[in-house]
């Protein structure tokens, strides 16, 4: 049960790190905050990375160097499959993120 929380977790974080990493882009934020709203590219940066950071800690402190860094890596593409595809399809969904981080 312990590894099945920090296989959510892990995955929770990776998204929310390549979320922002995705947003910092200009064309990406304009595709989900329009042009109208002031672009944090700093503040999401920061974020992005704290968060993929974060998360690789918690694989690691969870299995291991050998097996954490492993399936800290295996789990990336799903999550960057992910946020391309909202960025794709529903690019609405990353607007909350967008909102809270733009005050």
Known sequence: MLELTYGGA???LQ???????????????RTVMGPALRHPQSR???LGWAALTLSLSLAVSGQGWAFGSLIWLLSLP?????IAF??????????????ALSR
């Open 86 to 99: 909202t960025l794709a399809w529903r690019s609405q969904w990353l607007r909350s993120l967008g909102n």
């Open 44 to 46: 999401l940066r920061l």
């Open 15 to 29: 998204l929310l790190g390549l979320s922002g990493l995705a947003l910092a882009q200009d064309k990406h934020w």
């Open 10 to 12: 892990l995955l929770v």
């Open 78 to 82: 799903p999550a960057g499959f992910a």
